[in-house]
């Protein structure tokens, strides 16, 4: 099946940074990736669409300037978590659906702790 | 928009015995219908899915049922083992490509040796 990546697998850093994670599809393409937020022992939660070459895509109640989204290419979108605060610190998670069917693949996730 | 529910939310059962998770979506323009198995610390793993024009779909140990009358669908484990545990997911989706699923709150399912 389809292999989509994530860089990196967990990182910690101090509130009031930024920090990007990083969401490529190793073996196709994907103009649309969809990124995810999984708080402890609850659902994932679609944060926002990412499209390759325009702007994203956001769900309600996402902060558009907080959560910046950047397809760059074919195979990679960034998202990138502003002045990070302690409620910021969860699990995130990409996917892209491969060749313009419904079936997606997810990322192994980033767990992000901000102190 | 969709809205899935699944339930039940945790599930224990005897490791040869059967597994059953079961959710019901609302928006009747879904049609596909994937199952993704979640393990601790880890991304979800799609273990099988279904379109809305088959009713049943199996895969060895694994089954899904779709009932589109009713809009319900449910995942069938059998003869489960210890590393069937973990948590699963049910999720619906709509349109052609490149459609957002909608996840179910998930079924934690402890398999006992």
């Known amino acids: 099946g389809a292999v989509v990546s994530q860089h990196p697998s967990r990182v910690i850093c101090k509130s009031g940074t930024s920090v990007k994670i990083e969401c490529r599809s190793l073996?196709?393409?994907?103009?649309?990736m969809f990124w995810y937020r999984q708080f402890p022992k609850q659902s994932l939660m679609l944060m926002a669409t990412?499209?390759?070459?325009?702007?994203?895509?956001?769900e309600q109640g996402v902060e558009k300037d907080k959560f910046l989204i950047n397809h760059a290419s074919l195979t990679l979108s960034t998202l990138t978590v502003t002045s990070a605060h302690p409620e910021d610190s969860s699990f995130y998670i990409c996917?892209?659906?491969?060749?313009?069917?419904?079936?997606?693949?997810f990322g192994p996730g980033t767990r992000l702790t901000v102190l | 928009g969709e809205n899935v529910e699944q339930h039940p939310s945790t599930l224990s059962v005897q490791e040869g015995d059967s597994a059953v998770i079961k959710c019901t979506y609302s928006?009747?323009?879904?049609?596909?219908f994937p199952w993704y198995k979640q393990e601790l610390g880890k991304g979800p793993q799609l273990i099988i899915d279904?379109?809305?024009?088959?009713g049943e779909k199996k895969d060895q140990r694994i089954a899904v049922t779709l009932n589109k009358t009713a809009k319900h669908f449910s995942l069938h484990i059998t003869e489960t083992q210890p590393e069937d545990s973990a948590v699963y997911f049910c999720?619906?989706?709509?349109?052609?490509?490149?459609?957002?699923?909608?996840f179910g709150i998930g079924t934690k399912l402890q398999v006992i040796p």
């Open positions: 073996d196709f393409q994907a103009t649309t």
């Open positions: 996917s892209a659906p491969l060749g313009g069917t419904n079936e997606q693949f």
């Open positions: 279904i379109r809305s024009n088959v």
């Open positions: 990412s499209n390759e070459g325009s702007k994203a895509t956001y």
């Open positions: 928006d009747s323009a879904s049609n596909y």
């Open positions: 999720a619906a989706s709509s349109g052609g490509g490149y459609q957002k699923v909608t």
